[in-house]
């Protein structure tokens, strides 16, 4: 297993991203969400990125050189067109723009439309919590991948949400969440190092379980809706999702997920985003509410665990704690990801800092 300290992990992602046309300083801070998914452990969202990046820019399905826009705003919302282009830059301003609101007017509500991939979903949520506000983000995916409880035909994708909420410095309560049972991926990380998936991941075209990671991605099976079966209550990841393409496509004009052919806008990803920021000052004091959140955390951490070497953690703790070992030991890249990097990178005449 290669590992790589963080600077030159995120320079890598960097020099991906220039070869593939996008302009330098969007390159630059495309790269650093990039980076912060693959520092907190967020595998599935960083550099392993990269190859299906590659895929949709060259069959014309991605603008590198993107320019989003604000084309209709209200005091407390606002809506833009991500220009077709990869979904980091488009995000970091929405959410900007939601912040920015909240400040303002107490809510900043914004939807994006014909957007891409955005990364980690958890990254745009912190920004509101950094600033002090309450933040809430989802995202519909092109990938259409998971069927309903009950159905034989894939209707979504892993529609993801995050929420998060200003605690400690640097210690917000950050959920981030597929809606699937796991992240598509971790399936695909799996498959890159030709492993197993553990049970529950993924099903046959029937409805049968599997652990085989091509299952969902070239045989015909699918990702299960959290909760994995109807018996573990997976019906509650499918009214998830609904909610995210909700907000995400039907309040955004983007391409809804029942429309797999993307009729909307051909050869675009198609995809919508929504943020919100909230700023809690409006309903009480901002510090009170902050030492609840505080307090809350504290008490789930001081919860008697089953094992004592496996403490009882809030969302954020996790990856917090990958960071800080990743800061010190280096961001890891697998050896079949690593190879088809390198490739990549010959074709595309990035520059291989690895």
Request: proline letters at 7%; glycine letters at 12%.
């Amino acid at each position: 297993m290669s590992a790589a300290p963080y600077d030159q992990h995120r320079r890598q992602i960097e020099g991906f991203l220039v070869a593939f046309g996008m302009p330098e300083a969007t390159a630059a801070g495309t790269a650093e969400i990039m980076a912060w998914a693959d520092l907190h452990g967020i595998d599935s969202h960083g550099i392993s990125m990269i190859p299906t990046y590659d895929a949709h820019r060259r069959n014309g399905k991605m603008r590198m050189q993107a320019i989003p826009r604000i084309v209709k705003q209200t005091p407390v919302s606002a809506l833009i067109d991500g220009d077709g282009g990869l979904g980091h830059p488009t995000s970091r301003m929405a959410m900007d723009t939601a912040i920015a609101k909240a400040k303002l007017a107490g809510v900043g509500l914004v939807a994006v439309r014909n957007s891409s991939h955005f990364g980690a979903c958890g990254f745009y949520a912190r920004m509101a919590a950094d600033a002090g506000l309450i933040g809430l983000v989802t995202t519909s995916a092109s990938g259409i991948q998971v069927a309903p409880t009950g159905g034989k035909r894939a209707r979504f994708g892993t529609d993801p949400i995050a929420f998060a909420a200003p605690g400690r410095d640097g210690e917000p309560f950050l959920l981030d969440m597929a809606t699937t049972t796991v992240a598509a991926g971790r399936i695909r990380n799996k498959a890159n190092e030709g492993l197993q998936c553990p049970p529950g991941w993924v099903q046959t075209k029937d409805g049968e379980p599997s652990t085989d990671p091509l299952e969902a991605r070239e045989k015909g099976g699918f990702l299960t809706s959290l909760g994995g079966t109807a018996e573990g209550s997976s019906y509650k990841g499918y009214g998830l999702a609904s909610m995210v393409n909700i907000l995400s496509s039907a309040l955004s004009g983007a391409t809804m997920v029942t429309d797999p052919m993307h009729t909307k806008h051909p050869g675009t990803m198609g995809i919508g985003h929504f943020f919100m920021a909230m700023d809690p000052a409006m309903f009480r004091d901002e510090e009170d509410f902050r030492t609840d959140v505080i307090s809350f955390c504290d008490a789930m951490r001081a919860t008697p665990a089953i094992d004592p070497n496996q403490p009882v953690m809030v969302a954020g703790d996790p990856e917090r704690r990958r960071a800080a070992i990743r800061l010190q030991s280096g961001i890891p890249i697998a050896p079949g990801l690593l190879t088809q990097l390198r490739q990549v990178a010959e074709a595309s005449g990035a520059p291989w800092v690895l």
